[in-house]
């Protein structure tokens, strides 16, 4: 069983900053590809961004490439979201989620919530106009 605890919301004004945590625990963290999904108010689950087993090889939902940067510490077990030049549109509950990887899927970067088996309890992100 893999637990993910996110951190790092708040609240921030447009244009603004805000870099999220996910600390893993409970299996071997290089094993796990690793995303972030979001949530709005009224509004159905979607893909952020997700990050391999290979650190290198990431993925991003169209509306936030060019703002957002997911990464991940191996020795720190936790991913990031670094996300820049926020919009109110970007106000949400974000998710971190996790899935064991296959030997040899290395490059795997889920992006439906249905790839994945393990998350987060949510955090807030609130961007102000």
């Known amino acids: 069983q893999v637990q993910l605890v996110e951190s790092g919301g708040g609240l921030v004004q447009a244009g603004g900053s805000l870099r999220l945590s996910c600390l893993a625990s409970g299996r071997a963290f290089i094993t796990l590809a690793l995303g972030w999904f979001r949530q709005a108010p009224g509004k159905e689950r979607e893909f952020v961004a997700a990050v391999a087993w290979i650190a290198t090889n990431t993925y991003y939902a169209d509306s936030v490439k060019g703002r957002f940067t997911i990464s991940r510490d191996n020795a720190k077990n936790t991913v990031y979201l670094q996300m820049n030049n926020l919009k109110p549109e970007d106000t949400a509950v974000y998710f971190c989620?996790?899935?064991?990887?296959?030997?040899?899927?290395?490059?795997?970067?889920?992006?439906?919530?249905?790839?994945?088996?393990?998350w987060g309890q949510g955090t807030q992100v609130t961007v102000s106009s």
């Open positions: 989620a996790a899935i064991e990887v296959q030997t040899g899927s290395y490059y795997y970067t889920p992006s439906s919530g249905n790839e994945y088996n393990h």
